[in-house]
Structures are given as structure tokens and as C-alpha cells.
């Protein structure tokens, strides 16, 4: 199917695009980096790899270009995300998206391109991503606490999109911790990475406390808002990637402390997978009810990539689990996640995919007489600025 649109539609198109289009790519990249890096081998994984991760930068730049050009064009509507309870979430999505693309590269780009620009970029990734992801967690919550207007109803697991970011920065970040220099360079990074950790960690547990809250004291979910149940998964997957990868990566610089790091994170990532694994069958059972009689459907909308990311977070703390431990018990539960994943990820895609051609997620075209009557009114204002 071919669609052929003007600059207008072009415009139109930039208008619409909201930074929650960044959780595809937060979901192809995680999906990719999990897929090439499986310490369960099996044929063509890399080719796969490279090929999503060749996909994920085409999508990133698409993403990051309409984007900017929304900001540009639409500064008004730009702002009003943030006016909006539910779309100033997404922002955390964009942190996160920058984020993945920077792990993507350092884990797959290294074994493509030319290693000391690869980690080049991934730093410098990195560090975008890591200030942009301090900052969701902050104005975002912020504007909760100050200006938007919620219930107790409204509480939904999709508040820690914005608080989640410096985590994932966090996990990210500790792969690169030996690329950063001298000692005292590595020790700054690894105590910022310890504090953004710090920062999502408990966060985590007093958004999802009031989640809690909200399931119990409330009547039940409904369908539209179930995937994203899903959401809790990630922060937990993330904490045990970053406890789990720590002890391996700062045995240089903090050697005093390496035993006592490794038995923190076999000890904490090892309850933390716990917790994970009874959230994934209360979300499995959540989302079963609503695909039963009694339930009401789970329509599809762009928060299906809760069944991506989410999942592709915890795989990466279960690989990281495996790598320290060094246990086959890991390995094979990481790749039994890795199968649920792509089961997941193949039918987002591909309803995203059909989504966008048929004009349900986003509109390819401005409505009707819209874009003469724009036009009609830059040419009045420009009339009355010349009288």
C-alpha cells in the first residue's frame, strides 16, 4: 500500500507526532539488543540483530526529526503536552528511546562499525540521554503535584513511564563505565549511576504503591488501560540489570568492594526477578480476563508497546542475572523470555504497522478545508500586519 501526500499533509503529520511514538522505538531496541546479544545461541541472531538495529536508527531519526519539527511549527500544541496528565508521561519515553539507542549501539554497532567511534557515540548518547532522563523525573512529577488535576481513579502504572528513564540511563550506562578514562573519571560515573539508580528505585516503589492501592480500593481495570499493567516489570528488569552488571564493571576502581557488590546484586536481583515473575502472571492474568466473555476486549492503541519493553527490560535483567551468576538456570529462563518477546513484539509491530496505513493511529492527511482555512488565516494576518 502506497501513500503520496503533500507538504501540508507533511506538516499535518509533524503536528500530530507526540513523544509517546517513542516507545517503538524503545521496544524495536530493546528487541534488537536482547535479539544479537542472547547468551542462548542460536542461528542468525546477529543477522537479525543488525537488521532491527539498521531499522531502529531509520525510525529513530524519522521519530526525532517530526519531533523537533512539531516543537518548531506547533510550539503551542508542544506545550500543552505537559498541560496534559496523561500525555506528559510520554516524555519518559523519549528519555528511554535515546537511551536504547545508545545501548544499541555500544552492544551492536561495536561489531559493525569501528569500535572507538562506536563508543564514541554511545557515550555521548548516553549522556544525552542520561540528562534528559534526570529531567522527566523531575518536571514531570512536578507538574503532577502542582498542576495536574487527578484522582485516586486515575492512578495507573503508566505514572512511572517519567520516573523509569533514569534507571534504564542507569543500566545503560554501566556497560560503559571501563570506556571512561582514569579511575576518578569512572568513579563519578559509577556514583552518578548508583544515584540515578537510586533516584527510579524508590520512586518505583511509591508509584507502585498507589498503583496497588488503586487496584484494590477501585473497581477493576478496564481493557484500554490493561497493557499497561506491564509497565511495573521494567523498572524491576532494570534495577536487576544494573545491580547484576555493577560488580563486573567497577572491579578496577572499586576493587575493595567487589565481593560485597556481587553477593548485593545475586542476593537483591535474585528477589527482584521474584517479584517480577508474580507481576507477570498478575498482568497475564489481568489481560487473559479482558480476552475472556467477561471482559470487556483490549483495544488497540499505542499502549500495546507495554508488552514489549516492559518484557525486553526484565530479558535484559534476567541475560545480566546469567552473566553474573553463571548459571544455566538463567540462560534458559532468559531465552524462554526472549521467545514470549518476540511473540509480543511481532504482533505490536505489526498492528502498529497496519495502524498507521489505515489512518487509525495517526492521520496521513489534514482534514478538509483544515489547511485552506490555515492558509486563508496566515494570508488575513499578514493583510492586517501590512495595514
Given at each position: 500500500m502506497s501513500i503520496h501526500f503533500g507538504r501540508g499533509d507533511t506538516v499535518y503529520l509533524a503536528k500530530q507526532f507526540g513523544p509517546n511514538w517513542f516507545t517503538t522505538v524503545m521496544g524495536i531496541g530493546i528487541v534488537a539488543a536482547l535479539t544479537y546479544s542472547s547468551p542462548f545461541r542460536f542461528s542468525s541472531q546477529h543477522a537479525i540483530g543488525i537488521a532491527i538495529f539498521f531499522g531502529l536508527n531509520t525510525l529513530f531519526i524519522v521519530a526525532i526529526t517530526l519531533w523537533t519539527s512539531r516543537w518548531i511549527l506547533f510550539p503551542n500544541e508542544a506545550l500543552e503536552d505537559f498541560r496534559h496528565p496523561e500525555r506528559a508521561l510520554f516524555y519518559g519515553a523519549l528519555a528511554m528511546g535515546v537511551n536504547v539507542v545508545g545501548n544499541d549501539w555500544f552492544v551492536i554497532g561495536s561489531h559493525v562499525f569501528q569500535p572507538s567511534l562506536v563508543i564514541d557515540v554511545s557515550k555521548t548518547v548516553w549522556v544525552v540521554g542520561a540528562i534528559l532522563s534526570v529531567l522527566t523525573a523531575v518536571v514531570v512529577p512536578y507538574l503532577l503535584f502542582t498542576e495536574h488535576q487527578v484522582t485516586t481513579k486515575d492512578t495507573l502504572a503508566s505514572w512511572l513511564i517519567p520516573v523509569v528513564p533514569p534507571i534504564v540511563a542507569a543500566a545503560t550506562g554501566s556497560n560503559l563505565i571501563p570506556y571512561w578514562g582514569g579511575a576518578q573519571v569512572q568513579f563519578c560515573i559509577t556514583a552518578v549511576i548508583l544515584a540515578m539508580f537510586g533516584m527510579t528505585?524508590?520512586?518505583?516503589?511509591?508509584?507502585?504503591?498507589?498503583?496497588?492501592?488503586?487496584?484494590?480500593?477501585?473497581?477493576?481495570?478496564?481493557?484500554?488501560?490493561?497493557?499497561?499493567?506491564?509497565?511495573?516489570?521494567?523498572?524491576?528488569?532494570?534495577?536487576?540489570?544494573?545491580?547484576?552488571?555493577?560488580?563486573?564493571?567497577?572491579?578496577?576502581?572499586?576493587?575493595?568492594?567487589?565481593?560485597?557488590?556481587?553477593?548485593?546484586?545475586?542476593?537483591?536481583?535474585?528477589?527482584?526477578?521474584?517479584v517480577g515473575i508474580w507481576w507477570i502472571v498478575i498482568a497475564a492474568m489481568h489481560t487473559m480476563f479482558h480476552l475472556r466473555k467477561r471482559g470487556n476486549g483490549i483495544p488497540f492503541n499505542m499502549g500495546w508497546w507495554s508488552y514489549v519493553f516492559p518484557i525486553g527490560s526484565f530479558t535484559s535483567g534476567t541475560y545480566a542475572l546469567g552473566h553474573l551468576?553463571?548459571?544455566?538456570?538463567?540462560?534458559?529462563?532468559?531465552?524462554?523470555?526472549?521467545?514470549?518477546?518476540?511473540?509480543?513484539?511481532?504482533?505490536?509491530?505489526?498492528?502498529?504497522?497496519?495502524?498507521?496505513?489505515?489512518?487509525?493511529?495517526?492521520?496521513?492527511?489534514?482534514p478538509a478545508g483544515a489547511f485552506l482555512q490555515n492558509e486563508h488565516e496566515e494570508h488575513t494576518d499578514l493583510h492586517h500586519a501590512r495595514g
Open positions: 528505585f524508590f520512586l518505583f516503589i511509591m508509584v507502585s504503591t498507589l498503583f496497588y492501592a488503586r487496584l484494590v480500593y477501585h473497581r477493576r481495570l478496564g481493557g484500554a488501560v490493561v497493557p499497561s499493567l506491564w509497565v511495573e516489570i521494567g523498572p524491576i528488569g532494570m534495577s536487576m540489570a544494573t545491580l547484576a552488571t555493577l560488580p563486573t564493571q567497577t572491579r578496577a576502581i572499586l576493587p575493595q568492594y567487589s565481593h560485597l557488590l556481587e553477593g548485593l546484586a545475586t542476593v537483591t536481583s535474585m528477589a527482584l526477578w521474584g551468576l553463571r548459571y544455566d538456570f538463567f540462560v534458559i529462563a532468559g531465552f524462554v523470555q526472549l521467545l514470549i518477546l518476540w511473540g509480543c513484539f511481532a504482533i505490536v509491530l505489526a498492528r502498529t504497522i497496519g495502524g498507521v496505513l489505515d489512518g487509525s493511529l495517526i492521520q496521513w492527511k489534514e
